[in-house]
């Protein structure tokens, strides 16, 4: 039985790739969809570079401490020292975590891997499949993504900074979670938040959970997410203009993920949290930035 599955699930992504083949190459053209005449989108906007293409949000520039205060319930010492961040220009960021259908568009043009069978297995169950976050894969193939996108529209995609990442899951907020100081139930899919009626022991579709104060989805639970970051076992000297910290690393070939999923107590989806990974993880997705200005 198991191997006609694995063998259904390679018909099903063939199928899907030569589908694909004949209009990726024309919508991966489409124009950016907002009307702005300077080629820059405001404060807040929703756009997308193509038609198959991340939706993205502008968030602003601004100023945070990034890491836990010494008093943070669940800290972590490796969450300091504490430190001020700036983030000196407007940038955008994917509005959700990139999602399956959105990784296959890659698979069918080349530079993306399929997922492994077994990240399949639970998800394809479920319905709206394509709606869910593309787990199971590499730092290095989420960089690839990136890359392919840049590539494709000629924008500059790339994986968020940790600092960049800490500062838009806080949108504004320095509590130690991005609503207060308290992890509230039901606004993350997080494994105390589920209840034995509505609990799917998995991912569940982006956007299931009301934005946070940017507009951006699902930083807190769901999947972790990768970042540039190399690992550092603290903060000490960390870049505090918002730049990944890529250098002296404690071990170059781990990298840093963030918030938390749907495996982990609501402590780890804290926008301070910090964690790391060497390969893939069934829980391990994440989403794609680019800069709005040279």
């Known amino acids: ?5 694995m063998k259904t699930m390679l018909l099903h992504h063939h199928a899907w790739g030569r589908l694909l083949s004949g209009v990726v190459l024309g919508l991966m053209c489409a124009q950016p969809s907002w009307a702005d005449p300077s080629g820059t989108p405001p404060l807040g906007a929703v756009f ?3 038609a198959l293409c991340p939706q993205m ?3 602003p520039a601004g100023s945070y401490l990034m890491g836990s205060a010494e008093t943070e319930l669940g800290r972590e010492i490796y969450e300091s020292p504490q430190h001020r961040v700036m983030i000196l220009k407007p940038f955008a960021v994917g509005r959700f975590e990139v999602t399956r259908d959105e990784w296959q568009i890659c698979v069918a043009e080349g530079p993306c891997q399929a997922q492994s069978s077994r990240t399949g297995m639970g998800a394809a ?3 709206g499949a394509g709606r869910l976050p593309v787990v199971d894969i590499t730092w290095e193939q989420a960089s690839q993504y990136a890359q392919w996108l840049s590539e494709r529209t000629g924008q500059p995609y790339r994986l968020l900074s940790e600092s960049e990442w800490e500062y ?10 991005a609503g207060g100081d308290t992890f509230v139930a039901g606004r993350a899919n997080v494994s105390p938040a589920m209840t034995e009626s509505d609990a799917v022991p998995a991912a569940w579709h982006v956007g299931s ?16 997410e990768w970042v540039q970051d190399c690992f550092h076992d603290n903060l000490a000297g960390a870049p505090a203009d918002g730049a990944a910290w890529t250098e002296r690393c404690t071990h170059a070939e781990s990298h840093m993920a963030r918030g938390g999923s749907w495996k982990t107590p609501s402590v780890q ?7 790391w990974a060497h390969g893939s993880e069934a829980d391990i997705g994440f989403r794609v930035a680019r800069a709005l200005t040279p």
């Open 57 to 59: 949000v502008v968030v």
């Open 209 to 224: 959970f009301a934005p946070n104060a940017f507009g951006l989805y699902d930083l807190q639970g769901n999947v972790w």
């Open 48 to 50: 997308h570079d193509c």
């Open 125 to 127: 169950m479920i319905p």
């Open 1 to 5: 039985m198991k191997v006609q599955t």
């Open 168 to 177: 838009v899951a806080r949108a504004g907020s320095q509590s130690a979670y």
């Open 269 to 275: 989806t804290r926008p301070a949290h910090r964690a």
